[in-house]
């Protein structure tokens, strides 16, 4: 178990900007999430993967946010045309199918992005 | 909506006290109730998982939750807390019927030496 890889773990940009960021999940795990934190606040539901399908995406996530996992193995979440507002946390979480569907979300360390 | 609320979102206590965090989950069917850490600088962690069974799951580090049904509670307990229990933790629900994991907004606990 070589865990959740996340990169990069701090971005910078500027308003109007497009950025990308990677989760690699653990490497037997076919569910993934995105997930997305501010201050003082708990993980919010960006978006959930199994395997290569995008099963389920929140409705506060708007059309400048998009994700893939073209392979079912990594994922990609690109922001475009950042906002000051996009400034946040993005985690991502994996895990796996099991017997009773209880298994629990193993998170990475996250990518920081502050929009200036 | 289904929500899941902590209510506690600063703790402050001196070694050797009794913790207990307050969980409270707002949907209905089957119930998927974790509890995650955070120490400072470190991913989330699980720290304990409730399916079904014994309500009084046991977790890591001397960890406890009880479930209770009637109160749609998830409290978080450990008798005697340590330094290093300073952390914040996060409450967490999977509804059924869904995937999505709901969190709640964190309790921010601070252990004295």
């Known amino acids: 178990d070589t865990g959740v890889s996340q990169d990069p773990r701090h971005k910078i940009t500027k308003r109007g900007q497009n950025v990308t960021f990677r989760c690699d999940p653990i490497s037997e795990h076919n569910r993934l999430y995105w997930y997305r934190q501010t201050l003082g606040q708990g993980p919010e539901f960006l978006t959930y993967f199994q395997n290569e399908a995008q099963l389920e995406k929140s409705r506060l996530l708007s059309d400048r946010f998009s994700a893939e996992r073209p392979k079912g193995s990594f994922s990609t979440l690109e922001i475009q045309r950042t906002e000051q507002g996009d400034s946040a946390m993005y985690l991502c979480?994996?895990?796996?199918?099991?017997?009773?569907?209880?298994?629990?979300?193993?998170f990475g360390n996250g990518t920081r992005l502050t929009v200036t | 909506a289904q929500s899941v609320s902590q209510h506690n979102h600063h703790v402050i206590l001196s070694e050797a006290a009794s913790l207990e965090l307050g969980c409270n989950y707002s949907y209905g069917g089957t119930v998927n109730l974790f509890w995650y850490v955070q120490y400072p600088g470190q991913h989330l962690q699980l720290l304990l998982k409730y399916f079904s069974g014994d309500p009084l799951v046991k977790g890591i580090k001397g960890f406890e939750a009880e479930f209770i049904k009637s109160k749609f509670s998830f409290n978080l307990r450990k008798p005697s807390v340590q330094w290093s229990d300073t952390a914040e933790y996060f409450c967490?629900?999977?509804?059924?019927?869904?995937?999505?994991?709901?969190f709640g907004t964190g309790t921010r606990l601070k252990v004295l030496a």
């Open positions: 967490a629900g999977r509804p059924s019927g869904t995937y999505k994991y709901i």
């Open positions: 979480a994996s895990s796996i199918i099991r017997n009773r569907d209880n298994s629990p979300l193993h």
